[in-house]
């Protein structure tokens, strides 16, 4: 089982706001990061912890941290949006990394 | 522009040994780190270890100890996952991924495309 937990699946109307979580004790002490995943494609990297987004990356994506909660926001979901998505931190030893269990991602 | 590419696929009996290539360019190799992840069919990201390209340490997670060894090549810039004594549920997208410094692990920024292995008899 991960260290990390995530909703298996969220929906969210096109055009609105989303919040995706990732719950955990490590994020008590480590950042998360966050990956968008497009069937059959490798994992694309969104949110480097806390919240930065890397080149090419929309500012619709922001992520943010509260207590064991690491969350990642989309402002204004567009259809392209819809993937699945994990986050990664730290393990509680803080010597590894462990992957949340992904969130599908449905724009109605 | 960073490019991580690995090797084809590959189909081995149970208990056979795989070991996937991961060719990198457009960046200083042995100034980030490698993480190596795998993803099974219809499920979720599982991270499989880290390797140091500065001076080969490597860090494992517990469920693959014993059975992994990741190594590189500094001189060709390609990095290298052996999985052994291969099991069905090691059936898997295994993906190498450019990540943390010389000395620390950290999350992954550029993947390579994944290596589909099939282990089956």
């Known amino acids: 089982s991960s260290e990390l937990t995530q909703d298996p699946a969220v929906s969210v109307a096109l055009g609105q706001t989303v919040r995706i979580t990732c719950q955990g004790d490590?994020?008590?002490?480590?950042?998360a990061s966050w990956y968008q995943q497009r069937p059959g494609l490798a994992p694309v990297l969104v949110i480097s912890?806390?919240?930065n987004r890397p080149s090419g990356i929309p500012d619709r994506f922001s992520g943010s941290t509260s207590g064991s909660t690491a969350s990642l926001a989309i402002t204004g979901a567009q259809a392209e949006d819809e993937a699945d998505y994990y986050c990664?931190?730290?393990?509680?030893?803080?010597?590894?990394?462990?992957f949340g269990g992904g969130t599908k991602l449905t724009v109605l | 522009q960073v490019q991580l590419v690995q090797s084809g696929p590959e189909v081995k009996k149970p208990g056979a040994s795989v070991k996937v290539s991961c060719k990198t360019s457009?960046?200083?190799?042995?100034?980030?780190?490698i993480n190596w992840v795998r993803q099974a069919p219809g499920q979720g990201l599982e991270w499989l270890g880290w390797?140091?390209?500065?001076?080969?340490?490597?860090v494992y997670p517990q469920n693959v100890q014993g059975r992994v060894t990741m190594t590189t090549n500094t001189s060709t810039s390609t990095a290298y996952m052996e999985l052994r004594s291969l099991r069905s549920d090691d059936t898997a997208v295994y993906y190498c991924?450019?990540?943390?410094?010389?000395?620390?692990?950290?999350?992954?920024?550029?993947w390579g495309l994944g290596t589909l292995v099939t282990v089956s008899s």
């Open positions: 490590s994020l008590r002490s480590y950042y």
């Open positions: 990664i931190s730290r393990d509680s030893s803080g010597t590894h990394l462990v």
């Open positions: 457009g960046y200083s190799f042995n100034t980030y780190g």
């Open positions: 912890g806390p919240d």
């Open positions: 991924a450019r990540g943390g410094d010389i000395l620390t692990v950290r999350a992954p920024d550029y």
């Open positions: 390797i140091s390209t500065y001076n080969g340490h490597t």
